[in-house]
């Protein structure tokens, strides 16, 4: 985390926020929500908590870049949300299935960068 940016929220309540609205955009969607698409939206429904720093009013976007090195990196934390990737396009969906339980807002153990592919032929012999 940043520590020299002062922001007028706490930590806590903007982690709410921010969860919140993701579930309610992301739960009036069809199909999964294109990343650019959820930013704008995510930018509009979060103008009425007037998030600052300093005084200089600022998007919940520049917060997870500042804060979480992007919309996606704070994205891919969690389990709640499913990233899938179609060449240039990213689009996010929701697990709506842990929507009420326990684990709304666990962090991933592992991350898919995290992960090596191992061939099963290439010992066997």
């Not at 704008?40 to 520049?62: E, G, I, M, R, T």
Request: hydrophobic residues 35%; charged residues 30%; negative net charge.
């Amino acid at each position: 985390m940043n520590q020299s940016v002062k922001w007028n929220l706490s930590e806590d309540n903007i982690f709410e926020i921010i969860h919140s609205t993701l579930i309610d955009i992301l739960s009036e969607q069809e199909i999964p929500c294109n990343l650019d698409k959820l930013v704008l939206l995510l930018n509009s429904k979060c103008k009425v908590y007037k998030l600052n720093d300093n005084k200089k009013l600022n998007s919940f976007s520049k917060y997870l870049k500042i804060e979480h090195k992007g919309i996606l990196n704070f994205i891919e934390e969690y389990n709640l949300y499913g990233i899938i990737k179609n060449g240039t396009q990213i689009y996010v969906k929701l697990y709506r299935e842990l929507i009420n339980t326990d684990i709304k807002y666990e962090k991933r153990l592992t991350r898919d960068t995290e992960w090596v592919m191992i061939d099963s032929d290439s010992g066997s012999e």
